[in-house]
């Protein structure tokens, strides 16, 4: 965690994992405009870290090849 880390980030990044493991998604952009539309807005803050990014990236090719 970092130290300028919140709540609020931490609690938009467990929800880009989520969305990312679900399989509709093909990567962390996808995932970003998806939340940024349902209404969270600082998903593109959260998702400003490399580390970030690519864990949801991970996570949107593990779910597509366990779909």
């Known amino acids: 965690m970092h130290l ?4 609020a ?3 938009a990044r467990e929800r880009a ?3 990312a493991e679900t399989g509709q998604y ?3 952009r996808e995932v970003r405009e998806a939340m940024i539309g ?3 807005p600082n998903a593109g803050e ?10 949801v990236d ?5 779910a597509r090849v366990n779909a």
């Open 58 to 62: 991970d996570r949107c090719a593990a």
């Open 4 to 7: 300028n880390d919140n709540s």
């Open 26 to 28: 093909a990567g962390w």
């Open 46 to 55: 959260a998702l400003s870290q490399e580390y970030s990014r690519l864990a």
């Open 17 to 19: 994992y989520e969305l």
């Open 38 to 40: 349902a209404g969270w």
């Open 9 to 11: 980030d931490r609690a």
